[in-house]
């Protein structure tokens, strides 16, 4: 007759080939739902009746995924709130259905947390806390959260007691390695279909949330992580972070200084507080802006949540601190990917469409191939009509603008081989986060109003980390300067192809005019145009 611990191993390897078999399973007959009205259907000539029912199938399919997602918890969950930002690749209908998607599960019993905690210490539970409360703060798919005391000893070394112990969930680790098994399988199956592989390199995306995922089972990676943003933001007053307790820590318990404070989003705890949502809605603006564009290493799960508004005394030299938490998903920006995103922020600022279609192709976002003159006219209008709009007025604006203008921006983005690069995945899911943020702390916010000021300060070299960033962006800007006589040749060709994207049609008829003999008084208006344009930002 088999042991207790052989029928425990028996059912748990059962469980786990079940669990793998339900992740393939919905796969499959998703992929095959999509193959079938996509591509066999409207060869029956069914095409506008697939179309018709289109939103109501994508829908009905992320609700059974979030139903899945919320029954097994593990990276299913991890994945759902990863593919609500891959717009590129997915219809809106999913990623819209994703966006709520919460990572929020049943604990796990009291009796085999305390294992856990007391395996990985070395220590009796007694003996490393002097209390422990019984009942999660929070319980996540990967771990959970519990206030506790430190014995009175540490506590007198460390000059405070009350803490937060995240503990990994047991087993944690056999659910992580199925579900990484079965998400590259679906991973490959996705990259033989070619409405997905010439978006996204779908393997290179898995193994990029796999790597991310790993670090979040252990916690050693987690407490470096916060040490390194902590460093960052060091002569930052308005930034702090918990304090790691390194001698109640291991790889599957974290303990940090309990720093719970006014939960960013509580707009009416801030006003309790006396504290100005607005200025707290500009000031994450600016630290996000900071971690992006100067230090290179950024919180990439931001929402609000993880972020507490901390009141300061009469003494500060600040009203108020941001006080981030959670440092287990983490994204890095190369030197290189930063001067590009500097670039794009720059050409964002001056309104300018065509640098910004530059900059993206250097991102990588758009592939060599693309015609841009359309996306180039798109943009052009975008910034002509909407840049300093903040959410209260897009809100007054005429709703049948709105769509219209969504509907042919959205035509114009289908018909373009544009992706989403690896690199981007946690970038755009930080920033979306915290664009939800800052709109829900003021809707009268205005995300133009902090990039501005912030990018003059990149040009202005306000940074020690980014004067050499920004000597180099006005070395590239006096090189196009430079350029333009050769680059006028390639406008009037252009203009010739009726391919110049203008934002004024009298002007555009103009240049259409320009003949040999004024093509160096026009080489000179553009240059004192350019260069007042540089003046102005600088």
Sequence with gaps: MPSDSALVTAQTSHSLKRRYRRILTFAAIALAQTWWFELVLP???????????????LQKLARKFRVLAADLGG????????????????????????????????????????????EQLGLPLTVAFEEFANEPIAAASLGQAYRA????????????????????????DDVVAVDLKAIRKVGSWLSRIRLVNRRADAPALVEEFAFTCLQEIDYRVEAQHLERFAADFSGDPWVATPTVIWER??????????????????????ESAGIDSNKVAAELARVTFQQMFVTGFFHADPHPGNIFVTPQGSGSSVPFTLTFIDFGMMGEVSEVLKQDLQTLLFALV???????VMAIQRLGVLLPTADTV??????????????????????????????????????????????????????????????????????????????????????????????GAAGRQLLSTLTTLASLPQRLDALISRVENGDLVTRNPVL?????????????LTIVIVLTAAVALVLNLW
């Design 43 to 57: 060869k029956f000539g069914l095409k506008k009746r697939v179309a018709k029912s289109r939103t109501r199938r």
């Design 75 to 118: 990276l299913v969950i991890k994945a759902g709130q990863f593919l609500s930002a891959r717009i590129d690749v997915l219809p809106v209908e999913i990623t819209r259905e994703l966006e709520g998607l919460q990572d929020e599960v049943a604990p796990e019993p009291f009796e085999s947390v305390v294992a856990q905690i007391e």
């Design 149 to 172: 005391r430190l014995s009175a000893g540490l506590a007198g070394d460390l000059g405070f007691a009350e803490v937060i112990v995240k503990v990994l969930r047991p087993g944690i």
């Design 249 to 270: 820590s291991a790889r599957k318990v974290l303990t940090l200084s309990n720093v719970a404070a006014i939960k960013i989003s509580d707009v009416s705890a801030l």
């Design 350 to 356: 001056a309104r300018d469409a065509r640098g910004y």
């Design 374 to 467: 359309q996306l180039e006219r798109a943009v052009s209008a975008l910034f002509d009509r909407f840049a300093g709009l903040g959410v209260a007025d897009l809100t007054k604006t005429d709703p049948r603008e709105l769509r219209d203008f969504a509907i042919k921006f959205n035509e114009i983005l289908r018909t373009l081989p544009f992706q989403m690069p690896e690199n981007f995945l946690l970038l755009f899911r930080s920033i979306s986060l915290i664009s939800g943020v800052t709109s829900a702390l003021n809707r009268d916010f205005n995300m133009w109003d902090a990039v501005d000021p912030f990018a003059r300060t990149l040009l202005n070299g306000g940074a020690s980390r980014t004067f």
């Design 508 to 520: 555009e008829q103009k240049v259409k005019s320009v003949s040999a003999s004024s093509t160096r």
